[in-house]
């Protein structure tokens, strides 16, 4: 049988969580429907190899911005019966306090984008409302798949009693989004907190987050971390103080490996956090404080019960998400 060609466009090929769902993705079932390829983002490339690959179908990952709409543009021309679809990894209502001037020419940019595709897959059903309420898409072209990579490993972890002091875990990109810094300005606030933080990653921030931690004795820094279910088998709960989180592929790894964790309440991390741990505004450094303090104090029994919620609700996830891709691509095709 022939196998229709799948063609991802990436932004790079750093790790992240899209490159986490997207390995987990062309290495699953549908490999044997699909012919997958990935490219990452360079308009001559993609156009060169890109014509020559004729896909069916371009699932497009970077972010939308100005300037690459020509190349989506360029995309479109050159594979006129290619049928394209954006999944919007990193737009949402949190996204736009912090880093957008003018929401109306954010919101007519995103329009055009959303308009060349034949579909937009939000990651989120947060994503899906901001999208909808502000009509940046016609909703018979958008659909919700949230992200999901393949969990065997967290789900492996094995229980443990709370240590003393107690071991919260936080891990991503060091930039703004994630806040890291506001999780340092908490832990200022509880000097005498019973409770060590581990620290895992690295990026832009990293030389004024280790400025920021100076004087904290509580906080390590452990750099990139590559083990993750390893990095959580040690640890008691996670802490999650992103800015804005479309989605939040660390609350769903948490939840796999039966951790409790303090997140965000914000877009995607809200509809995940239900029963396993305690939802905090966002870069609020007291209230984080607090809450830390809270779920120190916790018994830990609290822990496990949010700890069996969080892999109960998560289990199942991975195949329900390539099974939603599977649908999608094949209604696009039919169409």
């Known amino acids: 049988m022939k196998k229709h060609k799948v063609l991802h ?9 899209v490159k986490s769902n997207l390995n987990g993705f062309v290495k699953s079932n549908l490999a044997a429907e699909f012919d997958f390829s990935v490219l990452t983002q360079g308009s001559d490339r993609i156009a060169i190899e890109n014509w020559q690959l004729q896909p069916d179908v371009i699932i497009w990952h970077p972010p939308c911005r100005l300037k690459s709409l020509p190349s989506l543009l360029l ?29 109306s020419r954010f919101h007519f940019m995103l329009k055009l984008f959303y308009g060349l595709a034949d579909k937009v897959v939000a990651i989120s059903q947060s994503q899906q409302a901001w999208m909808l309420q502000n009509s940046l898409v016609a909703p018979q072209k958008l659909a919700v798949i949230s992200q999901c990579p393949p969990l065997d490993k967290f789900f492996a972890v094995t229980p443990k009693s ?16 994630k806040g890291f810094d506001v ?13 060590r933080v581990y620290i895992g990653g690295e990026g832009v921030m990293e030389a004024e987050l280790k400025q920021l931690a100076q004087g ?40 796999a490996a039966g951790k409790a964790a303090i997140a965000s309440d914000v877009d995607g991390l809200t509809e995940q956090m239900t029963g396993c741990g305690l939802l905090v505004p966002p870069n609020d450094p ?33 195949g329900q998400y390539i099974g939603r891709w599977q649908v999608l691509l094949k209604e696009v095709l039919a169409n």
């Open 162 to 177: 709370p240590s003393n002091p107690f071991k919260l875990a936080a891990y991503g990109r060091f930039c703004a989004q």
């Open 216 to 255: 904290l004795d509580n906080v390590e820094f452990v750099g990139r971390v590559d083990d993750v279910p390893g990095f959580l088998q040690d640890c008691d709960a996670v802490v999650i103080p992103s800015r804005w989180e479309p989605w939040g592929n660390v609350c769903l790894e948490a939840k």
């Open 286 to 318: 007291e209230k984080l404080a607090q809450a830390i303090v809270d779920l120190v104090e916790l018994p830990p029994s609290q822990l496990e019960i949010w700890g069996k919620n969080g892999r109960r609700l998560v289990s199942g996830d991975n």
């Open 75 to 103: 995309l479109k021309l050159l594979n006129p019966h290619t049928k394209i679809i954006i999944h919007e990894h990193g737009y949402s209502q949190g996204y736009e306090p912090f880093n957008v001037s003018s929401v």
């Open 183 to 195: 999780l340092l300005k908490a832990l200022q606030l509880i000097p005498h907190a019973p409770v």
């Open 9 to 17: 466009i990436v932004k790079d090929n750093k790790v992240g969580g």
